[in-house]
């Protein structure tokens, strides 16, 4: 299982950004059902969610559920670094699921 992260050009896949690995979504499970619950959006292994907004606030998630996972924070302070240099680029991305 992997769930592929792109920089979104004309709403297809681009540049690829970043992979979430099975051992990966066991730990951001968490926060995406969080995120799902505040936005609505999934986030799921199976199939592409697309953010041309909103980015800030799966942000923001990742940045609350983070310290509950002690040795594994620095997999949250990975992917949200991605995250923060994809906003602020004001790319959007795609979630591509297998």
């Known amino acids: 299982m992997a769930l592929d992260i792109h920089i979104m050009q004309n709403?297809?896949?681009?540049?690829w950004i970043y992979s979430i690995d099975s051992e990966k979504w066991l730990l951001f499970k968490e926060a995406f059902e969080i995120?799902?619950?505040?936005?609505?959006?999934?986030?799921?292994?199976y199939s592409d969610t697309k953010f041309s907004s909103g980015l800030q606030i799966l942000i923001d998630v990742?940045?609350?559920v983070a310290p509950q996972y002690g040795e594994s924070v620095e997999m949250f302070s990975e992917f949200i670094a991605v995250l923060e240099a994809a906003a602020s680029n004001g790319k959007n991305i795609i979630f591509v699921g297998d």
């Open 62 to 64: 990742l940045k609350s």
């Open 11 to 15: 709403g297809q896949p681009k540049e």
């Open 35 to 45: 995120f799902k619950a505040k936005t609505g959006l999934t986030i799921d292994q």
